[in-house]
């Protein structure tokens, strides 16, 4: 389920934007700024676009985002097995 964007005129967000930077990466939402010409940007923080820009990469190839549907269809079945990870 995908929740709509919270969008905001640039105007708004120049007026206090240390705070308006501080509330993006507090939520790590995105949130569109808007022109008065219409036009938008977002803004969100480095991690969250850099997670988006990974998940994309990964679904690009079919059978890798076969795969993937497989891994979280089993994941949710409880079909996992957990295991020990080695910290050397």
């Known amino acids: 389920m995908q ?12 007026q206090d934007f240390d705070g308006f ?7 790590a ?3 569109a700024l808007s022109t008065s010409a219409g036009e938008q940007v977002v803004v969100m923080p480095l991690e969250e676009y850099e997670a988006w820009q990974e998940t994309a990469y990964l679904l690009k190839s079919p059978a890798n985002a076969a795969h993937l549907r497989q891994s979280i269809t089993e994941a949710s ?3 996992f097995v957990d295991h020990e990870l080695d910290e050397k």
């Open 29 to 31: 939402e995105p949130v």
């Open 77 to 79: 079945q409880g079909a």
């Open 3 to 14: 929740h709509p964007m919270n969008v905001i005129p640039v105007d708004s967000a120049r």
């Open 21 to 27: 930077v501080a509330r993006v990466l507090a939520t």
